[in-house]
């Protein structure tokens, strides 16, 4: 079984997913872009029960159903939960090693900075990915 660690910034958040991911993909969407703070979501998606949390999580409802989780001491924005689908993403730069997240995907391309330059040869979608 894979093994993915990571936490925020001033560490009072850690989590670990024992489970392989079920997708791994660049969201570029303007609210994942605010909730962020950066030009995309690079996130790793998971089964709610596949992840294990310790310590303080704040959470806000950027959407009626996906809620974001963050580290209300240091601020490090870390998930993001669905609870209609049991899934929970967790962004790819909270990782301890980044370099495990391998995405396959980029969607709402639409909303894509244009000093982004996707020529990694992944699949786009200008709008949200199929289901």
């Known amino acids: 079984m894979a093994k993915y660690e ?13 489970a392989a991911p079920i997708n791994e993909r660049v969201c570029h969407c303007r609210i994942c872009q605010r909730a962020i703070g950066a030009a995309f979501n690079a996130r790793l998606l998971f089964r709610i029960d596949d992840v294990s949390i310790k310590g303080p999580v704040a959470t806000i409802n950027s959407t009626p159903d996906l809620e974001r989780g963050f ?37 709402w391309t639409t909303s894509k900075q244009p000093w982004v330059m996707l ?7 200008e709008g949200a990915p199929p289901a």
């Open 6 to 18: 990571g936490g925020c910034l001033c560490g009072a958040v850690r989590y670990r997913a024992d």
């Open 71 to 107: 580290c209300p001491v240091c601020g490090t924005t870390m998930f993001s939960r669905r609870d209609s689908r049991g899934i929970l993403g967790v962004t790819s730069g909270s990782l301890d090693d980044p370099s495990l997240f391998k995405p396959d995907m980029h969607f």
């Open 119 to 125: 020529d990694d040869g992944l699949p786009q979608y």
